[in-house]
């Protein structure tokens, strides 16, 4: 009876060990698969809600596409990073008379596990130079998004470059 209870313990404790392991990674496998495509059409949406946002010239709504610790990089102007800052551009850009920008985003893409994001867009940025006139800059861009905490979208990095111009 001894021998009986000494080595049927063990294969019972193996077993449970097992079963436990197998439910283990089931569960580990079985997490909620991420819609890359869904989270990618959602975010272009974004953009293009953004851009028509920055079109009327609202502070308040151009702003909050852009995550608190945002960074926002342009030719011949330093990185600028967090809201406050990037606030304080946009709004002395909108005050320029014949400012105006647009974008229409190209294509994103989304990680494998859902929570970061790229797209990359063709920008237009109007201003007048220093005679007045009024000059059209075509940027390339590309802008990095974060999921939030709370399930939306953010965007955290935003580059963009000029295009060459093109002659007439």
Known sequence: MFKKLFFTKPKLKMKKV???ALSFAITGCNQQEIDTKAEGEKIM?????????????????????????????????PPLEGKKAIRQMVEESFKIPGFRINWQPQRVEVSKSGDMAYIIEDSQVSYPDSTGKSMTQKNKAVSIWRKQADGSWKN????STPLPAQGN
């Open 156 to 159: 955290v990095v935003d580059i």
């Open 18 to 20: 097992a079963i436990m």
């Open 45 to 77: 949406q974004l953009s293009r809600e953004w851009s028509a946002a920055a079109a009327t010239g609202d502070v308040e709504k151009t702003v909050s596409y852009w995550a608190d610790d945002a960074v926002l990089m342009s030719e011949g102007m």
